[in-house]
């Protein structure tokens, strides 16, 4: 209630900005306010719901616990341990999995009717994206807080100076925040909650298995082992490692992931806003 009450008022009168063809053009200001806003009220409906809450923490631990335990044996990783090697690739892979309940909440919102009643207040359009991937990007946040304790139980030492690790957790941060955008593209594209979790993970799978996640690269056959060292996941893994543990150096894939992150974001921004008008 207080939310609308907020925005009920003209834009003009909260923004002073002028109107172009009968339509009140807001602020910068204006837009992350109302992406705040919406923001926060994601985030009260999520800790309303404690099971979605705790299932989303159990999945990256059960992948931990697979990899660590049953399939580690079997993989060589040369000087580096392989729980070393594991966690960066799980910590990015649980980032990337979180990017995809943007796609499929935001579908949600368009079936329940929630975006037609936001679209009735004097709110910009982007505001609704920008509040939900806001939102999602924090609830990643203790996720991955959850998922380095976790590493650190199971025998995961990162050995780089507080500061790298502290760069480490904000690019990957900054990769599901991307992907969350990417995300949101796809669920309103296709506008259905099952159709969307379903084209979620038919372009995660191949992202995330056909990089440097749980593997090296090295062991791939050709065609895929290009793909692999050019893919976006294995760029900011190779980077995580870099700034975690040392090796690989983090200077260039760093760097890299941080031109595809870029990229990414400017292509996929402006198709969610595009496809959100148009949903």
Do not use: C
Not at 66 to 82: E, N, P
Not at 149 to 167: D, I, K, M, N
Not at 247 to 266: D, E, F, H, K, S
Request: glycine residues 8%; aromatic residues 10%; hydrophobic residues 50%.
């Amino acid at each position: 209630m207080s939310t609308a009450t907020a925005h009920d008022a003209p834009a003009t009168a909260r923004t002073g900005l002028v109107t172009r063809n009968g339509r009140h053009r807001l602020s910068a200001g204006a837009v992350l306010t109302d992406g705040g806003v919406l923001a926060a009220r994601q985030l009260r409906k999520t800790l309303r719901r404690p099971t979605y809450i705790i299932f989303s923490f159990v999945q990256p631990v059960i992948f931990v616990l697979l990899f660590r335990y049953i399939f580690g044996g079997a993989i060589d990783t040369g000087a580096t341990s392989y729980v070393n090697f594991l966690m960066p690739g799980i910590i990015v892979q649980t980032a990337i999995f979180g990017a995809l309940v943007t796609g499929l909440g935001l579908t949600e919102d368009l079936s329940s009717g929630v975006v037609d009643r936001l679209r009735s207040l004097p709110i910009a359009r982007s505001a609704v994206l920008i509040g939900r991937t806001a939102a999602d990007l924090v609830v990643n946040v203790f996720t991955l807080l959850v998922m380095t304790v976790v590493g650190l139980l199971v025998g995961f030492r990162p050995t780089q100076p507080a500061w790298q690790l502290g760069a480490a957790f904000l690019l990957v941060l900054a990769f599901s925040y991307v992907f969350s955008w990417i995300s949101a593209w796809i669920g309103l594209s296709v506008r259905n909650p099952e159709t969307a979790q379903s084209a979620g993970f038919i372009w995660v799978f191949p992202l995330t298995f056909a990089s440097s996640a749980f593997v090296p690269t090295s062991t791939m056959p050709g065609p895929v082992r290009a793909f692999a060292e050019h893919n976006p996941v294995t760029l900011v893994v190779n980077a995580v490692r870099g700034l975690t543990i040392g090796a690989p150096p983090p200077g260039r894939p760093t760097v890299q992931a941080l031109i595809w992150l870029a990229g990414l974001l400017l292509i996929f921004v402006p198709l969610a806003v595009r496809a959100f008008r148009r949903a």
